[in-house]
């Protein structure tokens, strides 16, 4: 049974989620910017593996600070990086890194000529929509024969609102799947974050501080057999061709 207070507190909750849903100015909150340690703490593990090579399009990019940590910032040749998003605010502060950007719905027909692309990253964005099929699609026509795709998604609730759905690994994979040769496939452990003050059982608690202080090499291998224990999961890719697998 829900009660009135209940009731209320989830209308609140939801209404603070719709105002984070204001795309146009999502990268001008405080609590929304990300710095070079968000980055190093999920990705830094297997940054080496994750190559920008030739013409490079990240879709649904927001600030490009994810790409500005890929290249290094310190590294004159900036490649020639394009960022996809809706967000205006987004879009502004890619501008700053000079890479090119271009406003545009994930969900919508990219803008993209075929074949335009020789790396496309899609890195924390389809647990926010509806459409993904169709951004895969999109993102598979614009990838050159011999290009490369990484995708990143992240394990977590779902609101419903902000975050549509939650993806567990193996459904990652398989959608993938569809449109995609897999390649290689990594893990992002579940614990790598300090634990947070919240609601939960004493016992839940302790497990998640014990979690914790383990040693990442052992989250990292846990993570790869027990699906659960998975933050993100990241696949690498290449194209698929009436013809078969393009390497």
């Given at each position: 049974?829900?009660?009135?207070?209940?009731?209320?507190?989830?209308?609140?909750?939801?209404?603070?989620?719709?105002?984070?849903?204001?795309?146009?100015?999502?990268?001008?909150?405080?609590?929304?910017?990300?710095?070079?340690?968000?980055?190093?703490?999920?990705?830094?593990?297997?940054?080496?593996?994750?190559?920008?090579?030739?013409?490079?399009?990240?879709?649904?990019?927001?600030?490009?600070?994810?790409?500005?940590?890929?290249?290094?910032?310190?590294?004159?040749?900036?490649?020639?990086?394009?960022?996809?998003?809706?967000?205006?605010?987004?879009?502004?502060?890619?501008?700053?890194?000079?890479?090119?950007?271009?406003?545009?719905?994930?969900?919508?027909?990219?803008?993209?000529?075929?074949?335009?692309?020789?790396?496309?990253?899609?890195?924390?964005?389809?647990?926010?929509?509806?459409?993904?099929?169709?951004?895969?699609l999109e993102i598979k026509n614009c990838l050159s024969l011999n290009g490369t795709f990484y995708?990143?998604?992240?394990?977590?609730?779902?609101?419903?609102?902000?975050?549509?759905?939650?993806?567990?690994?193996?459904?990652?994979?398989?959608?993938?799947?569809?449109?995609?040769?897999?390649?290689?496939?990594?893990?992002?452990?579940?614990?790598?974050?300090?634990?947070?003050?919240?609601?939960?059982?004493?016992?839940?608690?302790?497990?998640?501080?014990i979690m914790y202080r383990l040693p990442f090499n052992l989250k990292w291998f846990i993570a790869?057999?027990?699906?659960?224990?998975?933050?993100?999961?990241?696949?690498?890719?290449?194209?698929?061709?009436?013809?078969?697998?393009?390497?």
């Open positions: 049974m829900i009660t009135k207070v209940c009731k209320k507190e989830i209308h609140v909750e939801a209404e603070k989620v719709k105002q984070i849903m204001d795309y146009s100015n999502y990268w001008d909150q405080p609590k929304i910017i990300r710095t070079l340690k968000y980055y190093e703490l999920r990705y830094s593990h297997i940054k080496d593996k994750l190559l920008p090579v030739g013409n490079v399009l990240d879709v649904g990019g927001g600030s490009g600070q994810f790409m500005a940590y890929m290249l290094n910032l310190d590294r004159k040749e900036f490649y020639r990086v394009t960022i996809m998003d809706i967000s205006d605010s987004g879009l502004k502060q890619a501008k700053g890194f000079r890479f090119n950007t271009i406003k545009g719905d994930v969900e919508q027909s990219f803008v993209f000529r075929e074949k335009m692309f020789d790396t496309i990253f899609c890195f924390e964005v389809m647990e926010h929509i509806d459409n993904y099929a169709s951004m895969l995708i990143a998604v992240p394990n977590m609730p779902s609101d419903g609102i902000h975050h549509k759905r939650r993806w567990y690994p193996n459904e990652v994979i398989d959608e993938v799947r569809k449109y995609f040769a897999i390649d290689q496939i990594y893990r992002v452990p579940a614990f790598i974050e300090k634990p947070l003050c919240r609601q939960g059982s004493i016992l839940q608690k302790l497990l998640e501080k790869n057999h027990y699906d659960k224990m998975t933050m993100i999961t990241i696949i690498k890719a290449n194209k698929i061709t009436s013809s078969g697998y393009l390497k």
